[in-house]
């Protein structure tokens, strides 16, 4: 029960996919999935490093340190 895809269930779903989509626009399917994640990671990517390369620039107000 904690594995949630074993062999067998790969092997449903794609046999599902092939009935449902055909041969021809699996390649297609394949390629647009790996084409949305890569696009994904990378705004993702970007979204994670601008805190870190933005965080240089804050430099505390004088009247709030003086206090």
């Given at each position: 029960?904690?594995?949630?895809?074993?062999?067998?269930?790969?092997?449903?779903?794609?046999?599902?996919?092939?009935?449902?989509?055909?041969?021809?626009?699996?390649?297609?399917?394949?390629?647009?999935l790996g084409e949305g994640l890569r696009g994904f990671k990378e705004g993702m990517k970007?979204?994670?490093?601008?805190?870190?390369?933005?965080?240089?620039?804050?430099?505390?107000?004088?009247?709030?340190?003086?206090?």
């Amino acid at each position: 029960m904690g594995d949630l895809f074993q062999p067998t269930h790969l092997l449903i779903i794609g046999v599902v996919l092939l009935v449902l989509f055909g041969g021809r626009k699996l390649p297609e399917l394949g390629k647009g999935l790996g084409e949305g994640l890569r696009g994904f990671k990378e705004g993702m990517k970007g979204v994670t490093d601008e805190p870190k390369n933005d965080a240089h620039l804050i430099t505390p107000d004088p009247k709030d340190t003086a206090k």
